[in-house]
Every structure is written in C-alpha cells, then in structure tokens.
C-alpha cells in the first residue's frame, strides 16, 4: 500500500495483477491500476437523496437510505470484479472493493450507521463456496468506517435457490422467509447498514430488512454494485 522501495520489489518479483485489464499493478495500485480505478462506472448514489434505488424500494419497506458503489453493466468492469470474487474465489479483491465502498460511504448519511451487518449466506451455501463475499465487502466497509461489524445479527435459515433466473414475484416467494435473528441482534439501535454483493429487484435485501426492523433496529442499504436502471 506504499511506494517505498521494498513494495516495489515485492511487486516486481511476485506482481500483482489488475482485475480490469491483467496488467501489472505497482506500488499503491490496490486490485485494479490506476487507469481501470477512474474507468469504474459509479453511481455517486450515496450523495443523491431520493435516487432511484431509494425509490425502487418506496412503499416496499421503510428503508433510511439506499446506495450502490456501482453499475452492474454487462460485460462491465463491476461484473467483472464480482465474477472474480465469486467464482475464482479472489476474496482479497472483495475486501478491497469493500473499502472503496467504505471510503465514498464514510463521509455521507451513510457512515453514521451503528453496524455493518452482511447478507448471510446458508451455512450449507458458505460451506460449499469457502467464503461470504457479502461478508468481506461488509469487513472492507467496517475497515475504512469504523462502524462496527456484526456477522451474527442474522441468519440464512432457509437455503434458498440461486434468483438469477427468477422473476421479482419468484424471487421474493424464494426469499421471503429465509432469515432470522441472531441471538445477539441487539434492538433499538442506530440504522443498521446492510450490505450485500449486487442490487437487482432487492427481494434478498427486504427480505434480510424485515428481520432487523422487526428488532426495532432502522436500516439502510448499501451494495457493491446495482443493475443500470
Ligand atoms: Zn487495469
């Protein structure tokens, strides 16, 4: 994460690289170079009161706040990214992309949340794949915040079918019930801000919500990335 000469040659004899164009990344280049960094498409939602996904979810459930780092287009960079997270197993790339979710959250509405709590996966799901990478997002954003990480305020009771091929009514059918408290869900505190991979209908998130607002806690959203709407 520095420029000083012993990173370099790290980097020179084991380099790292880009999750955009697989060039070599140096120095203080973190998961992706310098050029694929400011080629993100994001959506700056964070600073938009009243943005779309916000009014995706009006209506549905009495959510503080919703954002999103980025758009999920296809063939797009933020694809991209997730697939190497998801099915390459590159976590350390979840974690990264999680802080520089953090870093555009800390300084907004956002960043006076009280806990970061991840969209758990089934314990059967997490076994099989190794890791949650709604859970190292959440620990790159409780990183860069400060905001405490809590990964045992809920739980995936159900495990569910994957929803990429289900329609919004299916796919709020699949994940209605899915969740519960954590024994240690404390009620009555400040929002809480949910994290979760990729925001399409947001039927996995309400879903997760109900759980939390049903403990008196308020909730606010935040994801890595959203389809482009
Ligand atoms: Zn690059």
Redo the contacts with the bound molecule.
């Keep these: 994460m520095s420029n000083n000469p012993f990173s370099l040659l790290a980097d020179l004899f084991y380099p790292r690289l880009?999750g955009?164009?697989?060039?070599n990344l140096y120095g203080g280049e973190n998961f992706?170079?310098t050029?694929?960094l400011l080629d993100l498409p994001f959506t700056h939602y964070h600073r938009m009161s009243n943005n779309p996904l916000e009014r995706m979810f009006r209506g549905r459930i009495p959510v503080d706040g919703v954002t999103s780092l980025l758009f999920f287009n296809r063939g797009g960079m933020a694809r991209q990214l997730l697939h190497r997270v998801k099915y390459h197993g590159d976590t350390q790339t979840a974690v990264a992309m999680g802080r520089l979710l953090g870093l555009a959250l800390r300084d907004s509405p956002f960043g006076g949340c009280s806990a970061v709590v991840p969209v758990p996966l089934h314990p059967s799901k997490q076994r099989i794949r190794g890791f949650n990478q709604s859970s190292l997002i959440a620990q790159g954003v409780h990183e860069e915040t400060g905001i405490p990480y809590h990964d045992d305020w809920l739980q995936r009771v159900e495990a569910t079918e994957s929803q990429t091929r289900k329609t919004r009514e299916a796919r709020w059918d699949n994940v209605a019930t899915a969740f519960s408290a954590g024994a240690s869900l404390a009620g009555g505190v400040g929002p809480v801000l949910l994290i979760d991979d990729v925001l399409t209908t947001g039927a996995t998130l309400e879903a997760a919500a109900r759980v939390l607002l049903a403990a008196g806690a308020g909730v606010m959203f935040a994801t890595l990335a959203c389809s482009n709407r």
């Design positions: 880009c955009g164009c697989r060039r992706v170079c050029h694929c």
